[in-house]
Antibody
Framework: QLQLQESGPGLVKPSETLSLTCTVS??????????WGWVRQPPGKGLEWIAS???????YYNPSLQSRITMSVDTSRNQFSLRLNSVTAADTAVYYC?????????????WGHGTLVVVSS | DIQMTQSPSSVSASVGDSVTITCRAS??????LVWYQQKPGKAPKLLIY???SLQSGVPSRFSGSGSGTDFTLVISSLQPEDFGTYFC?????????FGGGTRVEIK
């Protein structure tokens, strides 16, 4: 069964860089049908799509965050990562990594448990 | 960007009731509409994709319909475990966008 697990610091200082990694187990990132991505949810609020990446390197970013985001993949470790620069309190959220069935349903069909990142000095 | 608008923002219903949630897209998305259920402290769970296709393992009391700009999620006989927040998401184009959510409470 596919599992996704987010990891990274739970506290980041303003203006610094948020770095998260998602480790995929029970399946390979090198699967044509799927994109891998990040979705965040500020406390008590709705869901915001951040970015999506295919193992072949195709990457899509939310335009509202594009200038601050980098997403990358390490197929040898079956991991993908997110870097968000110049964070502010508005970036405080639960960050989820997830798998999207891009060439099928278009839906996120597997999710990590989520990791809370707080931006505070 | 395609804006997704859900209504109502919250609903309270009794066990056995039928609950209807609507989602409107700011432009046509054919049937590229997804529904998720989220419980407090948990990740979203895929319920329905392609507007009306039930994800494997999801109870048949959940159903979806619609195409173009207007979509509906119906819970036909509300069960205690159906509490939570429901989100729609358009899957036709980047940036992917979600509705604001509908909180379902059991009376």
């Amino acid at each position: 069964q596919l599992q996704l697990q987010e990891s990274g610091p739970g506290l980041v200082k303003p203006s610094e860089t948020l770095s998260l990694t998602c480790t995929v187990s029970g399946g390979s990132i090198n699967t044509y049908n799927y994109y891998w991505g990040w979705v965040r949810q500020p406390p008590g609020k709705g869901l915001e799509w951040i970015a999506s990446l295919h193992y072949n390197g195709n990457t899509y970013y939310n335009p509202s965050l594009q200038s601050r985001i980098t997403m990358s993949v390490d197929t040898s470790r079956n991991q993908f990562s997110l870097r968000l620069n110049s964070v502010t309190a508005a970036d405080t959220a639960v960050y989820y990594c997830a798998r999207r069935n891009y060439y099928g349903s278009g839906a996120y069909d597997s999710w990590g448990h989520g990791t809370l990142v707080v931006v505070s000095s | 960007d395609i804006q997704m608008t859900q209504s109502p923002s919250s609903v309270s219903a009794s066990v056995g009731d039928s609950v209807t949630i609507t989602c409107r897209a700011s432009q046509g998305i054919n049937r590229w509409l997804v529904w998720y259920q989220q419980k407090p402290g948990k990740a979203p769970k895929l319920l329905i994709y392609a507007a009306s296709s039930l994800q494997s393992g999801v109870p048949s009391r959940f159903s979806g319909s619609g195409s173009g700009t207007d979509f509906t999620l119906v819970i036909s006989s509300l069960q205690p475990e159906d509490f939570g927040t429901y989100f729609c998401q358009q899957a036709i184009s980047f940036p992917l966008t979600f509705g604001g959510g509908t909180r379902v409470e059991i009376k």
